[in-house]
């Protein structure tokens, strides 16, 4: 799910408070501390991969605001996706296995 950096920062700041992870302990037994400051990083926004569509028009495609608008387009060239997986890093008693084998199921018949 997209969320801002603001709303991830917040999410972690509390999962971080509410865990108490100092305490666990696993951490402790490890000698380990886990510090409440995030680590800030040097980064850089990368442009975004640009998508030619097929048709008549075989036109490029920019994102906008990180979504590309398929609507009534098909691309210039499909390829078949030989070897593909799929990680789920929900907890195991959020998501039911049947809905995995179904979201999987629905997704090979695209």
Known sequence: TARSAPERE???RNLIKKTDINRDEFVQEFGL???????EVRGRVLPPPKL??????????????GVWDMR???????MTIKDWAIAC???QQSVKPQDLKN????LTQI
């Open 89 to 91: 890093f929900t907890p």
């Open 10 to 12: 917040e999410e972690i």
């Open 103 to 106: 979201f999987v199921d629905r």
């Open 33 to 39: 501390h886990i510090s409440r400051d995030l680590m």
């Open 52 to 65: 030619q569509y097929g048709g008549r028009t075989k036109q490029q495609a920019l994102p906008n605001q």
């Open 72 to 78: 009534g387009k098909q691309f210039f060239q499909g």
